[in-house]
């Protein structure tokens, strides 16, 4: 495996990141608005929750490109797209039909289908993909 694996692996994970959180954070509102559509959160929580999970996006993000205890940051974002696949997964169970699965705020509308939860199962896979490259060379 090459050496640049581990390197492109976070790269991505964090551009990913940066790129959600941003969505998000230009129309938190907006993204609220998506929560609230998941009809799974008490109505005041909704914004704070909507703004902590663009924060908790954006904060791992930078923790990837930094470098800095990877395999641990690895493990955050396996840990966090697996809560979105289960979340994702739990909103197509209960029957939900949303245009908007709100993964990149209101500016990159995609409905949710199993395509979304597909997608954040590879992102867990790639995460602990990248968990398992960095803790094999340490």
């Known amino acids: 495996m090459s050496r640049a694996a581990p390197v ?3 790269v991505f994970l964090g551009l990913v990141l940066l790129a959600t959180a941003t969505g998000k954070l230009l129309d938190v509102p907006g993204f609220a608005g998506i929560l609230r559509s998941y009809q ?3 109505e005041r929580s909704v914004l704070p929750v909507a703004l902590a999970i663009a924060l908790a996006e954006l ?3 930078a923790w990837l ?3 800095r205890r990877v395999a641990a940051a690895a493990l955050a974002s396996a840990a966090m797209n697996l809560a979105y696949a289960a979340w994702s997964t739990a909103g197509i ?3 939900l039909t949303l245009p908007n699965c709100g993964c990149f ?3 990159w509308p995609r409905p949710l289908d199993w395509i979304t939860v597909a997608e954040d199962t590879v992102m867990v896979g790639l995460s602990l993909w990248l ?3 960095v803790r094999r060379r340490s």
């Open 8 to 10: 492109v692996l976070r």
């Open 40 to 42: 799974a959160l008490p």
């Open 59 to 61: 904060a791992l993000s």
């Open 65 to 67: 490109f930094s470098g």
């Open 93 to 95: 169970l209960r029957g």
């Open 105 to 107: 705020g209101v500016y």
């Open 131 to 133: 968990y398992a490259l």
